[in-house]
C-alpha cells in the first residue's frame, strides 16, 4: 500500500467535512431543476433552508451510507482484499428495513432497497446489485455514486485500490455505468490526497473505466465543452440536452447528475464556494451532486480551501459546527460529527497498512485536535463565543476550545436528539430519514473535562436530560474555579436519562482541552403505558429493529412484535464492554426471546435465548449463528422469566430466575450495547436493567 500523507488527517478532515457541507447546502431543494432554482431562489451562493423552511441539520441517506458502509472493513479485520459479498453481509448488519440510511422506495423504484431484499432472501453480492437481476434502468441509478466517498479517503494517493473498493461497494447494490460513475470518482478523491490539477484527476480516473462507457463518452464531452465556453451556464444547457433526465428511465439516474459533477469542477475555477455554486444551482440530486463535490474539493483544496469562503461572506463551518446524524442499526454513531467520522476513516487506514491507531488525548471523545473544529459545541444557554485556537495544551495535544461567555453562560454539544422540536422533525413525512439513535452518555458512567487558563472562572460540568414528561432538566457537578489547569469529573446521576446535552456552565473564559466520558452504565429502564407524553423520548432512545415497538395505550414496558424473522430493540453503543444486562421476558407466541450484549447491529451480538425447541442458549451472531453452549429448559408460553446475561472479557455467563445456568467463552466481539431479542413472535417485558459486570 501507498504510505499515508503527512497531513492525512486534517485533508480527511477536510473532506467530511465538505461532504457534509455540500449535502446540507444542497438537501432544501433536492430535485429541483435549474428553471425552478433561478425563480426562487436565484444561483445558490450560502445556505438556503430559511427561504425554503426546513432545518439545516437533518438526516440524510447520503451521510448515512456513505460513513457506515465503509465501518465494514472494521468488522472484518482491515482487510484490504474485502469483497462485495462481505460489504454486503455488512448492509444486513447496519440497515433496518423501512428505517435506517435508504430510501425505501420499494422494489423495482428504488435501486438500494431492491438490494437489500436480495440480499435479505439469500442472493449475494455482487449478483445483489447486478442488471441481470434488476435491470438495467435500476441498477444504474446514482446511489453508487452518493456513497463512495468514504472507500476513497481510505485510499489516499493509490488508485488502484480505490478502484478496486468502490467497484466492490458499489457492486453491492449497483451495477453498468453507475460503478463506472462511483470509480471515477472515487480514483479522483483518492489521487485529490497527492494532486491538485482537476485535469489530471479525470485523466488519471478514466483509466479505470471502459472506453466504450456512456460515463466515458460524458467525461469527453464535459471537457470538451467547457474548454471551447468559459460560461458554466452554456455547459449546463449541452449537458441536459444530450445527457438530461428525459433521456435516462428510473428516478434519479448517474448519468446526468455525473454530467453536472464534472462540469461543476471544471468551470469552479478551483474555488470550493464557486464549485458548490454552479452543482448547486445546476439543480436535480442537488444533495448527492453537491456531497461529492464538497468531498473532493474538501480533500484537494485542504480546509484554507473551505474557509477562504469567509472573504465573501461564506460562512461554511460555523453553521455546522461539524454536527451530523448517522442512523444505523448500531447506535454508536447516530449523534456524531466530523471529527469523529474522520478519525474513525483515519484509523481504519491506518489498520489496513498495520500501523496503530491515532488516539488524541487518550482517546478524548472530544479532543478538538482538527484545525477549527467544534465537534458540535455551541452556546446553549446565555451569550459568549467559542474559538477552537492553537497554542498550549495539557495533554500533548495541538488545540483546544475556548469559550467565551459573556456572563454565565452554557456551552454544550449533542449526545441524543437536541431537542424535542428537533425530533418530532426527524419523524416528519417530508423528511424520508428518520434519526434512529440512542444516547452517548449514561447514568453511572464518570465525566472529565481538562480546562486550562481560567483566570479564576467558576467551571462546572453539565448534563441535559428528557424527564418523564419529556421536559429539559440540567444536573452540574459542583463549580470549581479554574486558573492554570483544572481537572473536573462528574459521574452521571441516575435521574439524568436519556441525556441530550453534555457541556461545561461558566462565568467568563476557560480554554477545554479535552471532555470525556469512561466507565459502564448503571441503568433501570422502563416505560409507562401507552406512547404520548411522558414516554416520547424514553421510547426513542431505543433503536427500533423489530417490526412493531407496541404503542397501544393499554400497553407498559417493551413489546416487541416480530413477523418474520428475528428483530432487536436495541441500546447503547461500542463504549460499553464489561456489563450485565437483566430483563423479564415474557410471551405467548415466538420461536425465540432473549437478551443480548456486545451488539453492533443486527447481525453481531452474543445473546441468551429462549428457544421454541425447548432449550436455553449462548450464541454468537456473526453473520451466520455459533451456539456457544446449551442446556434443555423447559419454559411456557405465558410465563415471565428474569434473564441475565453477563460478559467479562472473554467470559459469558446468563442465568434465569436467578439460577446460573451456562458459561461461555469467546473473543470475537469486544465491545457493542444490549438488546432485547425476539423471532416470529410478540415479547412483553417490564423492565430492563444494565449495570457493570
Known amino acids: ?124 453480492a455482487p449478483r445483489s446489485g447486478s442488471a441481470a437481476l434488476n435491470s438495467q434502468v435500476v441498477a444504474e441509478q446514482i446511489g453508487a455514486q452518493i456513497f463512495i466517498d468514504g472507500w476513497a479517503m481510505l485510499s489516499p494517493g493509490d488508485p488502484s485500490q480505490a478502484a478496486r473498493l468502490a467497484e466492490c461497494a458499489a457492486r453491492v447494490s449497483h451495477d453498468g455505468d453507475a460503478v463506472h460513475a462511483a470509480v471515477v470518482l472515487a480514483v ?236 418530532e422533525w426527524f419523524e416528519k413525512p417530508r423528511n424520508p430519514y428518520p434519526l434512529v439513535a440512542s444516547p452517548r452518555i449514561y447514568p453511572g458512567q464518570t465525566l472529565t473535562a481538562r480546562l486550562l487558563d481560567g483566570n479564576g472562572s467558576d467551571v462546572a460540568l453539565y448534563v441535559r436530560y428528557y424527564d418523564q414528561d419529556d421536559q429539559p432538566q440540567m444536573v452540574c457537578s459542583r463549580p470549581v474555579a479554574v486558573d492554570d489547569v483544572s481537572e473536573l469529573t462528574f459521574e452521571v446521576p441516575p435521574e439524568a436519562y436519556p441525556a441530550f446535552e453534555v457541556g461545561l456552565e461558566t462565568r467568563g473564559s476557560v480554554h477545554l482541552d479535552f471532555l470525556r466520558w469512561e466507565g459502564e452504565p448503571n441503568l433501570v429502564c422502563e416505560l409507562p403505558r401507552g406512547s404520548g407524553r411522558g414516554t416520547t423520548m424514553r421510547r426513542r432512545a431505543w433503536v427500533n429493529g423489530v417490526d412493531d415497538f407496541s404503542s397501544a395505550p393499554w400497553v407498559r414496558g417493551f413489546r416487541l412484535i416480530q413477523n418474520d424473522g428475528r428483530g432487536l430493540l436495541i441500546q447503547g453503543n461500542r463504549d460499553w464492554r464489561d456489563i450485565a444486562v437483566s430483563a423479564d421476558v415474557a410471551t405467548d407466541l415466538a420461536t425465540c426471546v432473549g437478551v443480548a450484549v456486545r451488539v453492533q447491529g443486527m447481525r453481531r451480538y452474543y445473546a441468551l435465548l429462549l428457544n421454541r425447541e425447548g432449550d436455553v442458549r449462548l450464541v454468537k451472531r456473526v453473520g451466520g449463528e455459533e451456539v456457544l453452549a446449551s442446556v434443555p429448559f423447559e419454559w411456557r408460553f405465558g410465563e415471565t422469566y428474569d434473564l441475565s446475561l453477563a460478559v467479562s472479557g472473554e467470559t459469558l455467563s446468563a442465568s434465569i430466575d436467578g439460577r446460573p445456568l451456562l458459561t461461555a467463552h469467546d473473543a470475537e466481539l469486544s465491545c457493542g450495547g444490549m438488546a432485547l431479542v425476539v423471532e416470529e413472535g410478540c415479547s412483553k417485558t417490564r423492565r430492563v436493567s444494565v449495570a457493570p459486570a
Not at 431543476?33 to 439545516?56: A, F
Not at 438530461?244 to 475555477?269: A, E, F, K, M, Q
Not at 476513516?345 to 477549527?372: D, L
Open 1 to 124: 500500500m501507498t504510505r499515508l500523507p503527512d497531513d492525512y488527517g486534517e485533508r480527511v478532515y477536510a473532506g467530511v467535512l465538505g461532504k457534509t457541507i455540500g449535502v446540507y447546502l444542497g438537501r432544501p431543494f433536492e430535485g429541483w431543476t435549474y428553471e425552478m432554482i433561478q425563480s426562487r431562489l436565484g444561483d445558490v451562493e450560502n445556505y438556503v433552508q430559511d427561504q425554503v423552511g426546513v432545518p439545516l441539520l437533518v438526516t440524510d441517506d447520503d451521510l448515512a451510507g456513505t460513513f457506515t458502509f465503509p465501518r465494514v472493513i472494521s468488522d472484518q479485520g482491515f482487510d484490504p482484499e474485502i469483497t462485495s459479498e462481505q460489504i454486503g453481509e455488512g448492509w444486513l448488519n447496519t440497515l433496518i428495513e423501512n428505517r435506517t440510511v435508504l430510501w425505501w422506495g420499494g422494489l423495482g423504484n428504488s435501486t438500494e432497497h431492491t438490494a437489500f431484499l436480495r440480499l435479505k432472501s439469500g442472493i449475494n
Open 188 to 423: 479522483m478523491e483518492s489521487m485529490a490526497f497527492v494532486e491538485s490539477d482537476t485535469q489530471a484527476l479525470l485523466e488519471t480516473a478514466l483509466g479505470f473505466i471502459p472506453t466504450d462507457s456512456i460515463i466515458r463518452q460524458l467525461i469527453d464531452d464535459v471537457r470538451e465543452w467547457s474548454r471551447t465556453e468559459a460560461d458554466w451556464r452554456a455547459t449546463r444547457e449541452r449537458v441536459a440536452a444530450r445527457y438530461g433526465y428525459d433521456r435516462y428511465g428510473g428516478n434519479c439516474h448517474v448519468v446526468p447528475n455525473h454530467g453536472l459533477i464534472v462540469l461543476s469542477l471544471l468551470h469552479g475555477r478551483d474555488d470550493f464556494s464557486e464549485t458548490l455554486k454552479i452543482v448547486n444551482t445546476c439543480g436535480w440530486d442537488t444533495d448527492c451532486n453537491s456531497g461529492n463535490v464538497g468531498c473532493l474539493m474538501g480533500i484537494k483544496n485542504g480546509l484554507e480551501g473551505i474557509d477562504a469562503g469567509l472573504e465573501t461572506g461564506r460562512d461554511w463551518r460555523g453553521p455546522v459546527a461539524d454536527r451530523l446524524y448517522v442512523s444505523a442499526a448500531d447506535p454508536s454513531w447516530g449523534i456524531s460529527d466530523c471529527v469523529r467520522e474522520s478519525l474513525e476513516i483515519v484509523n481504519a487506514s491506518r489498520c489496513m497498512r498495520g500501523q496503530a491507531a491515532w488516539s488524541p488525548k487518550n482517546g478524548a471523545q472530544f479532543h478538538f485536535e482538527m484545525p477549527g473544529s467544534m465537534q458540535g459545541f455551541v452556546v446553549t444557554q446565555g451569550e459568549g463565543a467559542i474559538h477552537n485556537v492553537t497554542g498550549r495544551s495539557a495533554s500533548g495535544g495541538q488545540h483546544t476550545l475556548r469559550l467565551a461567555a459573556r456572563g454565565e453562560a452554557c456551552f454544550g454539544t449533542p449526545v441524543f436528539v437536541p431537542s424535542t422540536d428537533a425530533a
